[in-house]
């Protein structure tokens, strides 16, 4: 059964092993897969600036097996876009707040994209931004995001014009948090209920999902 782990500083100690995990895999799918040799490193992990004590993770376990994860960061520290990316947004507005996160490195492993784990991965995080009072999260997307997100019940507005990035259209994005929106994708990931593990490990807290028949 796949879980998504919510992993902060106050529980990261426990998580040791699952984020050494997670960041060899961020470092597979983007530099491996995709072609990001601009964050290739020698000891094949993907950890970056933003990976410290501000970063919260949602990591997608399949027993006790990162199958899948994403980063979220506040708008109001030094991020990704503001940092790097400041030239794809309109007038270079970065749009900025309390309410307001940035959505790196999401992947869901080769193997398991395929079936429900995404829709399961993406109910989980507009699951945590409403309970976290989330009102938009921004992200730095090829241009086949759209289309997924519109299919997941995502509301998305473009932040500026697309731009080529690693031979890729791109572009910056909000997305809208929402009720409907987790209700539409909780059906696609044939979900009934909440998702989110809060406990201190994997092996703690084992409240199941509600998964659909």
């Known amino acids: 059964m796949t879980s998504i782990h919510v992993i902060t500083k106050h529980n990261k100690a426990n998580y040791e092993e699952v984020l050494e ?10 530099v491996g897969e995709r072609g990001w040799r601009d964050i290739e490193r020698p000891d094949g992990r993907d950890v970056d600036a933003y990976d410290n ?20 960061y506040p708008t109001l520290l030094p991020h990704m876009i503001s940092e790097s990316f400041a030239s794809l947004i309109r007038d270079k507005a970065i749009l900025a707040g309390p309410t307001i996160f940035e959505c790196t490195r999401y992947f869901i492993v080769k193997e ?21 009072g989330i009102t938009e999260v921004t ?23 697309p731009t080529t990035i690693e031979g890729q259209p791109c572009l910056a994005a909000a ?8 209700q539409h ?18 092996h703690v807290q084992k ?6 028949a």
């Not at 997305?175 to 987790?182: A, G, K, N, P, R």
């Not at 409240?207 to 659909?212: L, N």
Request: net charge positive; charged share 25%.
């Open 21 to 30: 995990e997670y960041f060899r895999l961020r470092h597979d799918v983007f």
């Open 53 to 72: 004590d501000h970063a919260t993770y949602l990591i997608a376990l399949d027993n006790e097996r990162v199958i899948g994860g994403l980063r979220l």
């Open 112 to 132: 398991r994209r395929t079936g429900r784990t995404d829709c399961r991965l993406l109910a989980a995080f507009q699951e945590f931004c409403l309970e976290e």
């Open 139 to 161: 992200a730095v997307v090829e241009m086949w995001w759209l289309p997924r997100w519109h299919q997941a019940g995502f509301k998305v507005r473009p932040l500026g014009l």
């Open 175 to 182: 997305i809208q948090i929402s009720t409907e929106s987790l």
């Open 185 to 202: 994708v909780r059906r696609l990931a044939g979900l009934r209920g909440p998702c989110l593990f809060h406990g201190t490990s994997p």
């Open 207 to 212: 409240k199941v999902p509600h998964v659909a």
